[in-house]
């Protein structure tokens, strides 16, 4: 995926970023200023396919909303700002919310950059609305109560479905299996997440190997050779971004995709790199929470979908979602709160009490948030298949779970939670 920036991010001039209301001050609707959205996107990097595909998602968003008169009759505009290392990411952080007055604040994908993100959000009382960056651990740590931050779905959300499926399909049929992870709270809290499961379901399998190579690495020669030498009939990977494809082409040359079976939980997110030529059939690959082939495709889907094509001749994935969805929830809630309040333009306390429990229709179907500030939607896995148009894989059957079934409810601890499954 092209990770340069594209024309249509809009970066307003320094005399504009000095101008517009205060957070917590409630102006009367009728003034012309924007509404400002301050967007926060990976563009270098491992992590910057999905923050280019963050932005395409937020950029449909604000032309459908300024196309239908904008929010609450004000216009909006964007703000961008890279996300990179957690220190400088906070540092414009704080420059999008006290010098450029952002009326909100979305983006975020690195975990790390989420845990240092949270704590300032409520320092500030300035409203963040992640893309992603949220893991259990995070949240239980960091900011289990938080106010002004607005968290996507857990990330393990997609390794409990993933696990789900396998021991649907494949219980009795593997007895060994290895992992090969980022080593990071992501990668780490998936692999832990899939054995918990595996052992809740009875699959009675032993880890032979489990290799941690650091994000962003792209040589995993020696990690296709340990996988080779400990021979499991299975190999769970949560490689999200252009590592998942350089690890099946290096598996696949070693052999190694000839004999084994593969769960890749995340690996949709760079679906167009997952060639059929290095990409078995019959693998389970998870596109997080939206599929662009859905076979119920909403019209928001095609229409999303058919514009992102012909603008960037290639197919869309989650990230857009995720980003659309923050962008959509903070419209209903300004307005929601605004109706509320008289015609009046809400003030952030108002607006965090508006988005708390809003439901509205995203790219991937209706989508929410909870009253602790986790999103709610559907997750989409299925089989690899190399049966479509395509020169990579897609899935068939398409499985979809919704997060109630494969996120922990509010309050309770992850493996509290998997070990009270009733299965």
Not at 264 to 292: C, D, Q, R, W
Not at 349 to 378: K, N
Request: glycine residues 8%.
């Amino acid at each position: 995926m092209i990770t340069n920036r594209r024309t249509f991010i809009k970066v307003l001039a320094g005399a504009a970023a000095g101008t517009g209301a205060r957070l917590d001050v409630a102006p009367a609707l009728a003034q012309a200023a924007p509404v400002r959205i301050g967007v926060l996107a990976a563009k270098a990097g491992v992590t910057a396919p999905v923050g280019e595909s963050g932005l395409r998602g937020t950029q449909f968003a604000v032309d459908r909303i300024n196309a239908a008169g904008g929010i609450a009759g004000r216009k909006v505009e964007m703000v961008v700002e890279e996300e990179s290392n957690p220190k400088d990411t906070v540092e414009r952080f704080r420059k999008l919310a006290l010098q450029t007055k952002a009326d909100v604040i979305t983006g975020g994908i690195s975990t790390a950059v989420g845990l240092a993100l949270g704590p300032v959000s409520e320092e500030l009382k300035a409203l963040w609305l992640a893309w992603d960056a949220t893991t259990q651990k995070g949240v239980e740590e960091t900011i289990p109560k938080p106010r002004y931050a607005f968290r996507s779905v857990d990330n393990e959300a997609e390794a409990v479905m993933a696990s789900i499926l396998t021991a649907r399909q494949l219980k009795g049929k593997v007895k060994t299996v290895a992992g090969i992870n980022n080593d990071y709270s992501y990668g780490r809290d998936n692999w832990a997440a899939f054995l918990a499961i595996m052992k809740k379901f009875g699959m009675n399998v032993t880890p032979v190997v489990e290799l941690w190579p650091k994000l962003g690495e792209t040589n995993f020669t020696s990690h296709v050779a340990a996988l080779q030498q400990a021979k499991p009939d299975l190999v769970f990977s949560s490689f999200w971004s252009g590592d998942a494809p350089i690890l099946m082409k290096q598996a696949h040359a070693a052999g190694l995709t000839q004999g084994t079976k593969f769960v890749l939980t995340t690996a949709g997110g760079v679906h167009e790199s997952m060639k059929k030529a290095f990409t078995p059939e019959g693998a389970i690959m998870g596109y997080n929470s939206m599929y662009f082939e859905a076979p119920n495709a909403s019209p928001l889907l095609r229409e999303f979908s058919k514009w992102h094509q012909e603008r960037f001749k290639e197919w869309p994935n989650y990230e857009s979602d995720h980003a659309y969805f923050t962008v959509v929830a903070y419209k209903a809630a300004v307005e929601k709160a605004s109706k509320a309040a008289g015609s009046k333009w809400p003030t952030t306390e108002q607006a965090v009490e508006a988005l708390e429990g809003i439901e509205v229709d995203s790219l991937s179907g209706r989508r929410s948030y909870r009253s602790d500030h986790i999103m709610e939607c559907s997750y989409f896995q299925g089989v690899t298949t190399h049966k479509n148009r395509h020169d990579f894989v897609t899935i068939d059957p398409v499985e979809v779970m919704s997060t109630k079934q494969i996120q922990k409810p509010s309050g309770t601890g992850l493996y509290d939670w998997i070990n009270s499954w009733n299965v």
